[in-house]
């Protein structure tokens, strides 16, 4: 009985991992896309539905890296590249929110992560676009930090309950 349990405890840890390594890698390919609106859903979506498949540890762990990928590769302008920590505790608020939120009502809670990460955003790239960023390419930075990230939190959303709620529960997976 001992050892049964114990292959059913290595077998949950290994499906933890492989769940952790499919929606880390979903989140680090998606700026290969280089198209914000395209990307940014499915970054989203992902942290979105980490938060669902991984609980907030797996999810917060994800949302450290798309930003950095993408100023890493270059698909993120290195003129962003103050905005990049802001980016990720923006990651971090919408799956704060969402987390705290989602058992009252998947809407509710989604809307509001996502308003609340847009509204991070667009208040820092204020500041950053101030402080640091030449008047000529402000503007450009500024559209990045605006309405897109509100649309593409939402469009992530809705991606996400796609994906956890229709996908996964017709598969009979257990997330």
Not at 28 to 57: D, E, H, K, M, R
Not at 67 to 96: D, E, K, Q, R, W
Request: proline letters at 3%.
């Amino acid at each position: 009985m001992d050892q049964v349990k114990t292959i059913a405890t290595r077998n949950e840890k290994i499906l933890s991992i492989a769940k952790f390594v499919v929606l880390f890698a979903i989140a680090i390919l998606a700026p290969l896309a280089q198209n914000q609106l395209i990307t940014g859903t499915i970054v989203n979506a992902t942290l979105f539905a980490s938060v669902f498949v991984l609980g907030f540890g797996g999810a917060a762990a994800i949302a450290f890296f798309p930003s950095v990928i993408s100023l890493g590769l270059g698909l993120l302008p290195a003129v962003m590249a103050p905005m990049a920590p802001f980016i990720v505790l923006g990651n971090l608020i919408l799956i704060s929110v969402f987390q705290l939120l989602k058992g009252k009502n998947y809407w509710l809670s989604a809307v509001s992560a996502s308003v609340l990460k847009f509204a991070w955003l667009f208040a820092a790239s204020q500041i950053i676009i101030s402080l640091f960023i030449k008047k000529s390419v402000a503007a450009n930075i500024a559209a990045m930090m605006g309405w897109p990230q509100l649309a593409t939190a939402l469009a992530g959303s809705i991606l996400a309950y796609l994906f956890v709620f229709k996908l996964l529960k017709a598969s009979k997976t257990e997330i």
